[in-house]
């Protein structure tokens, strides 16, 4: 058991099943904060759903980038990290149209309650923003 633990939480996650893994959990972070921000500009800002989702989606990605270059990804494949920055983002960019689009189906279109969707949007974007940032930043063999 120690020996998964170390190979999951310790180091360099070299292999991508512990980038994986790590990224779930920096992923679980980022969704708290995107998540609990949607409901606080909603709810108590009175910001429109699907404007508080952007906003929160933005603190979201800013919480992920900075926990994936710190401890998921070793990896790089840009040597400018405004560049790296500006690429994870566009890929969050992508990921918020579909959050969004997610979210005015479900919400608007089927009814479902506004986090109910966002559930749902997360789930989807979760698989987009991993896949798309190990393909294009985080490759093995790149930046070496």
């Keep these: 058991m120690k020996k998964l633990f170390?190979?999951?939480f310790k180091g360099d996650a070299e292999d991508t099943g512990s980038q994986?893994?790590?990224y779930l959990f920096v992923g679980g972070l980022?969704?708290?904060v995107d998540f609990g921000s949607l409901w606080a500009l909603?709810?108590?800002a009175g910001l429109h759903y699907l404007v508080s989702a952007t906003i929160a989606f933005g603190l979201g990605l800013a919480t992920n980038y900075l926990l994936s270059i710190s401890?998921?990804?070793s990896n790089r494949?840009?040597?400018s990290r405004s560049a790296e920055f500006t690429v994870f983002a566009t890929i969050g960019v992508l990921g918020l149209g579909l959050n969004n689009g997610i979210l005015y189906v479900l919400t608007d279109l089927v009814s479902v309650h506004y986090?109910?969707?966002k559930l749902v949007a997360t789930g989807v974007v979760f698989f987009w923003n991993f896949g798309a940032r190990k393909a294009i930043l985080f490759r093995s063999g790149a930046g070496d």
């Design 6 to 8: 170390d190979r999951f």
């Design 20 to 22: 994986f893994v790590r």
């Design 30 to 32: 980022a969704f708290i």
């Design 42 to 44: 909603t709810e108590f």
């Design 71 to 73: 401890w998921v990804f």
């Design 77 to 79: 494949s840009l040597e």
């Design 115 to 117: 986090l109910g969707s």
